[in-house]
């Protein structure tokens, strides 16, 4: 079972910036997990205390494709290393309305990107605070 590891959560002011880790452990029943990763559409998803997980940014295999919520665009950022097996999520200019939970995803198939129910593997989550 492939499992997701984040990491680079914590806490930032107004304006600062933090960096989010992703990446597989574990094994799946057929393919090599660096393969695996290769092929997976990875996305970042967050969830803030008393509102529904929210959509954040999404990536496609080799970096092709990328998604945002509108609220983020043009101050987040996210990108894959296939190398090393891992997804990141660049975060400047934050605000306090950043403040939440996030969560890394994966999903073999996904047609919608934005769409949670699609991904078939979740990170544990981590805490991102930002004060003003």
């Known amino acids: 079972q492939v499992q997701l590891v984040e990491g680079g959560g914590g806490s930032a002011q107004t304006g600062g910036s933090l960096r989010l880790s992703c990446a597989p452990s574990?094994?799946?029943?057929?393919?090599?997990?660096p393969d695996w990763f290769r092929q997976a559409v990875m996305a970042w998803f967050r969830q803030a205390p008393g509102k529904e997980r929210e959509f954040v940014a999404s990536i496609r295999r080799s970096a092709g494709s990328r998604e945002y919520v509108d609220s983020v665009k043009g101050r987040f950022t996210i990108s894959r290393d296939n190398a090393k097996n891992t997804m990141y999520l660049e975060m400047d200019s934050l605000k306090p309305e950043d403040t939440a939970v996030y969560y890394c995803?994966?999903?073999?198939?996904?047609?919608?990107?934005?769409?949670?129910?699609?991904?078939?593997?979740w990170g544990q989550g981590t805490q991102v605070t930002v004060s003003s």
């Open positions: 574990g094994r799946t029943s057929t393919v090599y997990v």
């Open positions: 995803a994966a999903g073999s198939v996904v047609y919608d990107t934005r769409g949670a129910a699609q991904y078939k593997y």
